[in-house]
């Protein structure tokens, strides 16, 4: 048999009431007792997931009906394609029945052939009345067209209807997508002699081949896969539908089990919160409240939780809402997963829901609009929507373009064709970290721009006489919260939308001029002129203070008013020369290098008329500027001369 040819894969799921002729089905179907634990045969009841062979293109999974060993149901349901629902003629509808149609239905399984079993027990008249009771059930749950059976395992009544129903059903089912990133939830795990390590499941997207690399979630452990089966056959590959067996080279078995997932490696990353919607099954015995501890089945796994409701103290049965989980554990968890809550104990079923995020930023009051925004954006049905509801308001970071795929769930042809028309359309922009590319959400860039004009704004009141803010210090202000790139195109965003003007290195909105009263732009011109008389021979910054009467802090507001304007230069520590003397300094050395090779500290201080407290700091200025260049005790013409 050629696997690789056969492209529609499909999984089937037996479910219903403990007792209700699910193993007997499925060997009945295909010759296989899937009852393969010695409990599970000497009990005559199903303990844990069993699996057979049904066609070439279709597997039974054959579930547990005990309620104690719902959450074994749940994973062996979770992945499945059309489930194969059985009540037994002579038990009617039973609680378990009830309670596996609800997690059918909570798991978005719309795929459902349903069949009365052990018709060889009753009268007609009794089988008539069971029929009419499982039509009425099913109505409720939305199966009111689902073909409903009637059969014998005994006998083999029936059988050959049901196999051909099966056939059809599974004709109409739309394939998983296998252009799609790779997804496998394990459910057993083993050591075969020879083999090594193997696990089975059903791939839930994508593909995988023998000899690739995957990650193992949520420890991300790396394994190369070394062998692949399917239907008891070695293939190339395994694709979306498929149950699957992987052999795998570089872990050992003891560090597997069921409920982890497998993927490509650096794609996905373990999970420990995430926003979701919940619906509370109309007959749950308990509304669902807030820190209520419960435990959450997905795909094959089961974990506890704390869910958070934002919206309410209580969701009561039947009703839906918005929750973040916050699990006890780390698990896989991506974008429109379904899953099942049950109540911690009792284990009863409440409710199930759909993934929309997962590792959220913690949820708090003071976000409530932006939570409850992003989540309706996510269930759009407009992709361009949901990916612009992928890029967080709340805590501003980047994603690639795989990153919004996973968010999203999109193939990646999809995906890029959104992202370009969202970039065109200024509504994503475009960054580089080396060589990958990152792109930030117009809101997340608008949110820093907000920032910055608030903070220009304290900025400009506290220093009105300042030309703005030097662009390092607004940096450093912000570079904290939010990171470089996305603060340098709120900047550029700022700029271009005019809201800001940038001045070289200086930043102001675009409304602000800056303002002096007419004492202090006095004073203001006497301390000007006051380093334009001194020459190369500033006076200390006390007696300047002393002579124009004002204090240190006033001072220092000039001395940065002036500095901004390029009026006043930092030289050292110590001293500000005027621009004027350092302008006149430049020239002197200019015209000293047409005929000279070398200037000494003596030399320079002469040609100044300075002294040596003065030059030594103004020469180490011409120096870092490229103007002059020390070599040993000497200066030589620097390149800035040479332009």
């Not at 395994?238 to 003891?254: C, P, T």
Request: glycine share 8%.
């Amino acid at each position: 048999m050629n696997m690789e040819k056969q492209h529609r894969q499909f999984v089937i799921g037996m479910a219903g009431h403990i007792d209700h002729g699910k193993t007997a089905l499925v060997q009945a179907l295909t010759g296989i007792n899937t009852d393969r634990l010695k409990e599970e045969q000497e009990r005559g009841i199903t303990v844990d997931l069993g699996f057979a062979h049904f066609s070439e293109n279709a597997t039974i999974i054959d579930v547990p009906g005990h309620e104690r060993l719902i959450k074994n149901m749940v994973a062996g349901v979770s992945t499945i394609d059309l489930v194969l629902f059985v009540v037994a003629a002579d038990d009617g509808i039973m609680p378990q029945t009830r309670e596996h149609l609800d997690i059918v239905n909570l798991l978005g399984i719309r795929n459902g052939i349903f069949v009365i079993t052990k018709i060889d027990l009753v009268e007609e008249d009794w089988l008539g009345l069971v029929e009419e009771d499982l039509k009425e059930l099913l109505n409720d749950y939305g199966f009111s067209r689902a073909p409903i059976l009637k059969i014998s395992a005994v006998t083999g009544q029936g059988i050959a209807e049901v196999r051909q129903v099966l056939q059809e059903n599974l004709n109409k089912i739309q394939p998983r997508r296998d252009d799609d990133i790779f997804r496998l939830p394990i459910d057993r795990v083993f050591s075969k002699a020879g083999f090594g390590t193997v696990i089975t499941g059903s791939v839930l997207s994508g593909s995988v081949q023998a000899g690739d690399v995957v990650e193992i979630l949520p420890e991300k452990i790396q394994a190369r896969v070394r062998g692949v089966q399917s239907h008891d056959h070695t293939v190339g590959e395994v694709k979306a539908g498929y149950r699957a067996a992987l052999n795998l080279a570089g872990v050992d078995n003891e560090q597997l089990y069921r409920g982890q997932v497998i993927t490509p490696p650096g794609i996905y990353q373990p999970v420990e919160l995430l926003n979701a919607r919940i619906t509370v099954l109309p007959a749950s015995p308990a509304a669902i409240r807030n820190q209520m501890r419960l435990r959450l089945h997905l795909h094959t796994i089961e974990v506890f939780a704390r869910v958070l409701l934002p919206e309410s103290k209580a969701l009561p049965p039947g009703e839906s809402g918005y929750v973040q989980f916050r699990l006890e554990k780390m698990i896989y968890a991506s974008f429109r997963d379904r899953f099942v809550i049950r109540q911690y104990s009792p284990q009863i079923t409440l409710g199930g829901g759909v993934v929309l995020q997962v590792n959220p930023p913690r949820y708090r009051k003071k976000f409530h609009e932006q939570f409850l925004a992003t989540l309706h954006r996510l269930e759009s049905e407009d992709a361009a929507d949901r990916v612009q509801a992928a890029f967080p308001a709340i805590f501003v970071h980047p994603l690639t373009a795989r990153q919004v795929q996973v968010s999203c769930g999109l193939s990646a042809e999809e995906t890029g064709k959104i992202v370009a028309k969202l970039q065109a359309d200024g509504e994503l922009y475009k960054v580089m970290r080396g060589k990958e590319t990152y792109f930030y959400a117009k809101n997340q860039v608008l949110k820093i721009l907000e920032n910055i004009q608030a903070i220009l704004g304290n900025y400009h009141r506290e220093y009105p006489g300042r030309l703005g803010l030097a662009e390092k210090e607004l940096f450093s202000q912000v570079g904290n919260r939010y990171p470089t790139d996305a603060v340098q195109l709120a900047v550029q965003l700022g700029v271009e939308s005019h809201r800001l003007k940038k001045n070289e290195r200086l930043l102001a909105l675009v409304e602000f001029e800056s303002r002096l009263s007419g004492k202090q732009q006095d004073r203001l011109e006497r301390l000007e002129e006051i380093y334009r008389q001194s020459g190369f021979n500033p006076p200390l910054n006390q007696k300047i203070m002393e002579q124009i009467g004002i204090s240190e802090k006033e001072f220092r507001e000039f001395v940065n008013i002036l500095r901004q304007q390029e009026r006043l230069i930092f030289v050292d520590q110590r001293f500000y020369f005027h621009a004027d003397a350092i302008r006149k300094a430049i020239g002197v050395v200019r015209g000293y290098f047409t005929k000279n090779e070398n200037l000494t500290v003596p030399q320079f201080k002469d040609l100044i008329g300075s002294t040596r407290k003065f030059a030594i700091p103004l020469l180490t200025y011409l120096d870092n500027r490229g103007f002059t260049e020390r070599r040993g005790d000497v200066r030589v013409k620097g390149t800035k001369l040479s332009e």
